[in-house]
């Protein structure tokens, strides 16, 4: 897989016991970890970016 330019790559350390809840949570959404990450990033910054 190639990211394109335009995108960037973070690495987030958390406690494994979090992850494993986030995974399901993902999965529960039909989703990838890193998707569902990605969207609560992108959202975040829509919101506290909204005037």
């Given at each position: 897989m190639t990211i394109k330019e335009e995108k960037h790559r973070f690495v987030v350390i958390i406690e494994?016991?979090?992850f494993e809840q986030f995974k399901n949570l993902a999965q529960k959404e039909q989703r990838s970890a890193s998707n569902l990450a990605s969207k609560l990033i992108i959202d975040y910054v829509?919101?506290?970016t909204k005037k």
């Open positions: 494994k016991k979090i829509a919101q506290k």
